[in-house]
């Protein structure tokens, strides 16, 4: 949506180089790792800020400055003619983007010129493409492409059901598109910079640097949902971050810990000690805020990292702890758990120095005393021993994990005999010293 409103906008730009220019961002199927995102955090009445591990940076709306909301479509629960509702990583369920009540337009980028090429001649998106959706509530042009390039551009009707094709009519011919692999949904022509709310919105941004100050084109909104909204005041906030075992977990610590603390996970699979280095401020949120502030948090980088560097794990984990000591809170490091025998017993490290992957063996081997490592320097991080929990039961709760084979992942009273021990680490880490 196009704005003659001046305002501003601060937001993390590290390298002049990650800016683009405007038309490499506006359209088309869209590569988010070239850009530098974070929270946006208010700084006065014309202007915010959008925070990353580097600091505070300031943005400037221009008056051909556009706003589209950026939604991955694996979070969007339903899209019809006037709502998109979808959650954040199991954080937030139900949240809703109003829509306008007037024809919607889209233009479909698909990556590969074998897939162009196909969908052209059947009329029919699979799901499997590399692609991006944007869509407008301004007409566009009809257009079939000949190559990635190009769109396919026409007038667009929302699927009830996103398991069913939505459909994308063009001079008169329906096209099916299935979304399953879009990358983003990019929604134009819908929020303006009034609607770049603080501490509840991630920011992307494209556009030129000038005395310090990015002049922005095109600002990438995901919404990030209040999760403050539903805390209850008298009790202590508690964040867990962590990949897909903290999501096997997450109902079991939720229920041992119901009406003692306000439990928080980011809107995402935490991933690799990287992705926590680049998202760890915008995972914080505005922290010095009244209401937002943090009390005790746990955190997990390891699964993703078994093919990493010791050097390369340990500096992510250094970046990771310089920022969680910013918040005071009780600092809470959850060793990663083991990988099950069904793999081959893990080996030497690579001749880069890299650990052997996910091999039975490997957390205990290298990326535990690797992380240990690091928290050992850091003697107010208290260590909550996961991976000693499942070794412990190997015989126990945890035989049939550790004999059926590949799986690292948890399920039923494995899952929750992990989120039980959080728990407990928990609620002693917080209990008052006398």
Not at 220 to 245: E, H, K, Q
């Amino acid at each position: 949506m196009k704005t003659e409103r001046l305002s501003r906008l601060a937001f993390g730009i590290v390298i002049l180089g990650l800016l683009l220019p405007a038309a490499g961002y506006a359209e088309g199927v869209l590569d988010f790792r070239g850009m530098t995102s974070g929270l946006i955090i208010p700084l006065d009445d014309q202007s915010m800020y959008v925070r990353n591990p580097e600091g505070q940076f300031e943005v400037r709306f221009q008056s051909h400055t556009e706003v589209a909301i950026k939604l991955s479509y694996v979070d969007v629960r339903e899209m019809s003619d006037t709502t998109i509702r979808f959650q954040n990583h199991k954080v937030l369920d139900g949240l809703e983007i109003a829509l306008p009540a007037k024809q919607a337009y889209a233009r479909f980028y698909v990556r590969r010129q074998e897939d162009v090429a196909r969908i052209a001649e059947t009329r029919v998106a699979t799901g499997w493409e590399k692609c991006n959706l944007h869509i407008y509530y301004e007409p566009v042009a009809d257009n079939v492409p000949d190559s990635p390039n190009e769109a396919f551009a026409g007038k667009f009707f929302y699927s009830d059901d996103k398991r069913k094709p939505a459909r994308l009519i063009i001079n008169g011919k329906t096209y099916s598109l299935m979304l399953n692999k879009s990358r983003e949904v990019l929604i134009h022509n819908v929020w303006g910079v009034i609607d770049c709310r603080p501490f509840v919105n991630d920011a992307f941004v494209s556009g030129k640097q000038t005395d310090g100050v990015v002049l922005a084109d095109d600002i990438y909104v995901t919404p990030l949902g209040d999760s403050a909204n539903t805390d209850d005041p008298d009790l202590a906030r508690y964040l867990f971050i962590g990949d897909s075992i903290s999501g096997n977990y997450d109902a079991s610590l939720r229920a041992a810990l119901k009406g003692r603390f306000n439990l928080h996970h980011p809107p995402t699979n935490c991933g690799p000690s990287i992705k926590g280095r680049a998202n760890i401020v915008s995972w914080l949120g505005a922290y010095g805020e009244k209401g937002r502030h943090w009390d005790v948090i746990s955190f997990n980088h390891g699964h993703w990292d078994s093919s990493n560097t010791k050097a390369g794990y340990q500096s992510n984990l250094e970046a990771i702890i310089t920022e969680l000591k910013k918040t005071k809170a009780k600092l809470v490091w959850v060793t990663t758990c083991p990988v099950p025998g069904g793999t081959d017993p893990v080996g030497a490290l690579g001749a880069d120095g890299r650990a052997p992957g996910r091999k039975t063996g490997v957390m205990e081997k290298y990326l535990n005393p690797w992380a240990l490592e690091v928290i050992r320097r850091h003697p107010q991080i208290s260590v909550c021993d996961q991976w000693q929990l499942v070794k412990d039961g190997e015989n126990g709760v945890f035989k049939e994990w550790w004999d059926r084979g590949h799986d690292v992942h948890f399920g039923g009273e494995q899952a929750q005999a992990l989120g039980e021990y959080l728990a407990r680490h928990i609620e002693k880490v917080m209990k008052p010293t006398k």
